[in-house]
């Protein structure tokens, strides 16, 4: 099970669901407020708990892994709080656990006034240059971000300025590996020590050279290979 969210969806994940597919029953879900989802988005929290229905549900309450990058890592954290073995394995990359009361007070209005611009392609081009993802995934990047409602977009935005690791995580059982870009910005490489400290037996990696989700989606068979080295 793979999660992303921030304004991205199950197609960042793509390449490397494809390249592990004949391995494993690998699921994409689509987060609550992201284009395809049928319901508005609420909280971290009511996030985790809906997928940990589903898993209670299908998956016969637990699974073998999963991976969460930025709004899906703190999905995934929280789940861990929730459910102390959820997974067997864990891996999160790029979670921000240290939050910003600042940013979080300006999100509304500075992105209210701005949300026309997304449907601009040009504007949308130079804001996906930024992200530093890789330009066959521009397509997949345009098409969802403009079908993101404004109230989404600012709400999931405030969620992930404002969340913190819940004290609960420290009773997690899974093998939870922390990764963050060496180039990420410094609440990310905080947040990803703040983790490491909390979570017993975890396995803290900075990657070289990388910026924010460019692990998981430039770099899927390196990413890949991480998941198999971890499963193994």
Known sequence: MLLHGGGLSWWNYREAAELLQDEYHVILPILDGH?????PFTTIESNAEEIIAFID????????????????????????????????F?????????????????????FGSSYGLIRNRSFAQLQFRSLRLKPALFEDYYRDTCRIPRSDMIAFMKANTAYSLKDSISQCTAEVHVCAGEKENRGILRSAEMISRKVPGSVLTVLPGLYHGEFSANHARDYVSAVRNIIK
């Open 90 to 110: 864990a891996l999160v990359e790029s979670a921000m656990v240290v939050p910003s009361p600042l940013t979080h007070a300006l999100i509304g209005p500075a």
């Open 35 to 39: 284009a395809g989802s049928d319901r």
């Open 57 to 88: 549900e299908h998956l016969d309450r637990r699974v073998l892994m999963i991976g969460g990058l930025s709004l899906g890592a703190q999905i995934l954290l929280e789940m861990l709080a929730q459910r102390s073995d959820i997974c067997r």
